[in-house]
């Protein structure tokens, strides 16, 4: 069974700070590792979805890579700002299985970025 | 519609009672899945659709739980003698197929609460 678990669990740091969330998996049978960014009261949105074969991908202020030899990804944000205060989750789809595309998410790191 | 359209957004409900929480994909995803996101957690899986039929519900907590895609678009949770255990949010979620290369599109979700 697959396990995602996310550190940290909350985070606080001034505007314009460069900051790194982690996320890690157990099974690395994996077709890809997305990211999600979820405000309060909000659904989910897509941030990055980096494919089994890539290591990294990047969009704007973000940066994702991925190491499924030892299970983890991490996302990057550059010169943080307030705006990018979320809840950050990170979720893979296990290969085999009956459900293609069935996501295992990790619990979140809560992100708030003060001016 | 644009995105993927929860309805109500709000359910409030008293122990024992029926419910029916609605999910609106968008227009032509054959896939649908829907999540629990319990307060201060990442989303649980539930239940996959493809078309009209349910290939995996091996998420659903118990058989109070049960979902229905009669068209192969619209989708209605539906929850039995509701319990206090069952507050939670509802998420649901759409795709164009059910590879899991396909990145999910979430509706804002509909937040249960049993009193």
């Known amino acids: 069974k697959q396990e995602v678990t996310q550190i940290p669990a909350a985070l606080s740091v001034p505007e314009g700070e460069n900051l790194v969330l982690n996320c890690s998996f157990t099974?690395?049978?994996?077709?890809?590792l997305q990211w999600f960014r979820q405000d309060p009261g909000k659904g989910l949105t897509s941030l990055l979805l980096i494919q089994s074969s890539q290591r990294e991908q990047t969009s704007g202020r973000l940066n994702a890579s991925l190491d499924k030899s030892s299970g983890r990804s991490t996302l990057y944000i550059a010169a943080s700002q307030p705006g990018d205060s979320a809840t950050y989750l990170c979720a893979a789809p296990r290969k085999g299985g009956t459900s293609y595309g069935k996501l295992t998410f990790g619990q979140g790191t809560i992100l708030t970025v003060h001016p | 519609g644009a995105g993927v359209s929860q309805t109500p957004s709000n359910k409030v409900t008293e122990k024992g009672k029926y419910v029916e929480l609605r999910c609106d994909p968008i227009s032509g995803h054959t896939a649908l899945y829907w999540y629990r996101q319990s307060l201060g957690q990442g989303p649980e899986f539930l239940i996959y659709f493809q078309g009209t039929g349910a290939a995996d519900d091996s998420g659903l907590p118990n058989d109070r739980f049960f979902a229905v895609r009669p068209e192969g678009s619209v989708s209605t949770l539906k929850i039995q003698r509701t319990e206090r255990g069952d507050s939670a949010v509802y998420l649901c979620a759409s795709s164009p197929g059910g590879e899991p290369k396909n990145i999910q599109y979430f509706g804002a979700g509909t937040r249960l609460s049993v009193l």
């Open positions: 099974d690395s049978a994996i077709y890809n």
